[in-house]
């Protein structure tokens, strides 16, 4: 069965850093794409970012790119997502998603299989 954890949500001010991690069991990942996702308060659930975790291949949504960096460690089974110079609109509930033997890198929350539970992240102003 497949388990994704997250950790490492918190309050932090603008301009500072958080690093997000997910870590992934229950099966072999090699052919996935694992996925970033994020949902503010009446909002739709929106793409972040996701890599093949195969080649490492990543793909960033417009507003966080440059600022966020996705990440895996094999050894650990673990995907991160580094998120620099936050902003207020950051603040969401993030959750790690995993995308099984995808013909191509989705960026539409409802094609990812499994997801974790969440952690919020809050950026103060």
């Known amino acids: 069965q497949v388990q994704l954890v997250e950790s490492g949500g918190g309050l932090v001010q603008a301009g500072g850093s958080l690093r997000l991690s997910c870590a992934a069991s229950?099966?072999?990942?090699?052919?996935?794409?694992m996925g970033w996702f994020r949902q503010a308060p009446g909002k739709e659930r929106e793409f972040v970012a996701a890599m093949w975790w195969n080649s490492g291949n990543t793909y960033y949504a417009d507003s966080v790119k440059g600022r966020f960096t996705i990440s895996r460690d094999n050894a650990k089974n673990t995907v991160y997502l580094q998120m620099n110079s936050l902003k207020p609109e950051d603040t969401a509930v993030y959750y790690c998603?995993?995308?099984?033997?995808?013909?191509?890198?989705?960026?539409?929350?409802?094609?990812?299989?499994?997801w974790g539970q969440g952690t919020q992240v809050t950026v103060s102003s």
């Open positions: 998603a995993a995308d099984a033997n995808p013909p191509i890198l989705r960026l539409i929350y409802s094609y990812y299989d499994y």
């Open positions: 229950g099966r072999t990942f090699s052919s996935y794409v």
